[in-house]
């Protein structure tokens, strides 16, 4: 028996075009944050305080707390960015010293914990893509054009345009040569006004990066 079901919008079977309107899933939960353009959020995500750039998508199951992340973010189901820290060196790591009130509790909720976890930002740049259940550890910045490997646990920081892997993350080699890492930089695809992407379209198909950078970095 052929089964079609699920909601109205999803990107694999991209029922409908999407729209400059992000695409949040009924089931997913948004607070404080900011999206871009043809977003996408699935199922079961939680997202605060954050930003997502035009086209970025994370597939679902994602938390994401406290991170800017780039254009064109590729997030596979299960990516955790920012699970935030408890404060260990408390005599419990419970959190009803800090969401005191929330427990009952007579002092009000402890703001330093929060602006703590506040500072202790994630960011991502444009064109990152990030493999099945990988985390992305607090205070983390992934350069552009970056891969992350599925399970993958990224505790430091990341280079433009390598491919991470492990628990804790290890570069396992560039994704393209530096030269065509700065030609990419330099291009900046990822700025471009929609028309020029789409009329660059043909190319980012056909040319592999080295030869689409040689094009277009004039
Ligand atoms: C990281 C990744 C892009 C590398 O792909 P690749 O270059 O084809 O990798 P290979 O299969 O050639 O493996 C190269 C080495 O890395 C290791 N490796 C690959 N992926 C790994 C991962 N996720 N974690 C740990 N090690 C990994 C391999 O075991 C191999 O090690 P070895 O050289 O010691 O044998 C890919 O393995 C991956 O994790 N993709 C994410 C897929 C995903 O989560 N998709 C979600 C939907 S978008």
Redesign the pocket.
């Known amino acids: 028996m052929l089964i079609n079901c699920g909601s109205a919008w999803d990107p694999w079977t991209a029922g409908r075009p999407m729209t400059e309107t992000p695409e949040i899933d009924p089931s997913a939960v948004v607070r404080n944050s900011d999206f871009g353009r043809y977003t996408y959020l699935g199922p079961r995500s939680v997202v605060a305080n954050s930003e997502l750039g035009d086209y970025g998508y994370a597939?679902g199951d994602n938390q994401i707390a406290h991170a800017r992340i780039g254009k064109f973010a590729?997030l596979?189901?299960g990516v955790r960015i920012n699970p935030s820290n408890h404060p260990w060196w408390r005599a419990t790591l419970h959190h009803f010293t800090y969401r005191s009130a929330s427990h009952g509790f007579s002092l009000p909720d402890d703001e330093e914990i929060f602006a703590w976890r506040r500072a202790d930002q994630v960011v991502i740049g444009p064109d990152v893509?990030?493999?099945?259940?990988?985390i992305v550890m607090p205070g983390v910045t992934i350069g552009a054009g970056a891969?992350?490997?599925?399970?993958?646990v990224v505790t430091k920081d990341v280079p433009p345009f390598a491919?991470?892997?492990?628990?804790p993350a290890r570069v396992?080699?560039p994704r393209i040569d530096a030269r065509t890492a700065e030609k990419l930089m330099r291009i900046a695809w990822w700025d471009w006004p929609r028309e020029r992407i789409d009329a660059a379209l043909a190319d980012f198909r056909k040319l592999d990066a080295t030869a689409f950078a040689e094009k277009y970095d004039q």
């Open positions: 597939m590729n596979a189901t893509w990030i493999g099945h259940n990988a891969a992350v490997g599925s399970g993958a491919i991470v892997v492990g628990v396992l080699r």
